[in-house]
T-cell receptor, first 109, second 117 residues
C-alpha cells in the first residue's frame, strides 16, 4: 500500500537555526514528490516539487530514492516560515496527491 | 484571475442526511479534485473530474459522488451522512491536457467544514 510518513507532528526551532522536516514514502513505481504549505489563515499551496530542483523561500528538498525520503530543509529558519507543511507524492491515473499527516513548524524569535 | 471558491463555508447536518458542496474552479482550469481533511490529518483524495467525467477515485464509498459542469465548476454529494464524515472538504483545480492531469500543482479553495451530529 502507498504510504507517506511525516514522523514529527510538531517541530520548533529558533530563528536562524537550520530546519529539516522529514518525509518518508512507500510507493510502487516512481512517484513525483511535492511539499505543500499552509500558513495561518491561508489556503493550502504548493511550496516546491522535486522535479524542478529549485529553492523556494530558501527551502530545498532532495529526493533520496534509496532511503525513499524527501526531506525539506532550510539552513536559516525565519519566523514567517511558521506553518503546517505536508509532504505529498503524486501518482495514479489522476496524478492524485497522497498527503502525509503534516508537520507544524514553529520558528521562535 | 479568480481563485478557487467553495460554498458553503460551514454547515451542520444530522446523521442520515444528504449534503451538496460546491466549487468554482480557478479561471483557465479544467480539472477539479476533491479532498477530505479530518481533524489533525492531511487531506485525503476523494475523486477528480475532467470533462464532466470522473477521472480517478480514492478509497471512498459510492455514497460520495460528484459532478462537473460545462463551466468546470463541480459539486460533491454525500448521501446517508455518518458521524465520521465530519471534516473539512477541500476542492482543488488544475489544468489537464487530454485528460493527463498536470502533476502536483493544485490550487486549493478554503474548504467547506461539515459537521455531522
Amino acid at each position: 500500500a502507498q504510504r507517506v510518513t511525516q514522523p514529527e507532528k510538531l517541530l520548533s526551532v529558533f530563528k536562524g537555526a537550520p530546519v529539516e522536516l522529514k518525509c518518508n514514502y512507500s510507493y510502487s513505481g516512481s512517484p513525483e514528490l511535492f511539499w505543500y504549505v499552509q500558513y495561518s489563515r491561508q489556503r493550502l499551496q504548493l511550496l516546491l516539487r522535486h522535479i524542478s530542483r529549485e529553492s523556494i523561500k530558501g527551502f530545498t528538498a532532495d529526493l533520496n530514492k534509496g532511503e525513499t525520503s524527501f526531506h525539506l530543509k532550510k539552513p536559516f529558519a525565519q519566523e514567517e516560515d511558521s506553518a503546517m507543511y505536508y509532504c505529498a507524492p503524486s501518482s495514479g491515473s489522476a496524478r492524485q496527491l497522497t498527503f502525509g499527516s503534516g508537520t507544524q513548524l514553529t520558528v521562535l524569535p | 484571475e479568480t481563485g478557487v471558491t467553495q460554498s458553503p463555508t460551514h454547515l451542520i447536518k444530522t446523521r442520515g442526511q444528504q449534503v451538496t458542496l460546491r466549487c468554482s474552479s480557478q479561471s483557465g482550469h479544467n480539472t477539479v479534485s476533491w479532498y477530505q481533511q479530518a481533524l489533525g490529518q492531511g487531506p485525503q483524495f476523494i475523486f477528480q473530474y475532467y470533462r464532466e467525467e470522473e477521472n480517478g477515485r480514492g478509497n471512498f464509498p459510492p455514497r460520495f459522488s460528484g459532478l462537473q459542469f460545462p463551466n468546470y465548476s463541480s459539486e460533491l454529494n454525500v448521501n446517508a451522512l455518518e458521524l465520521d464524515d465530519s471534516a473539512l472538504y477541500l476542492c482543488a483545480s488544475s489544468y489537464s491536457l487530454f485528460g493527463l492531469a498536470s502533476a502536483g500543482e493544485l490550487f486549493f479553495g478554503e474548504g467547506s467544514r461539515l459537521t455531522v451530529l
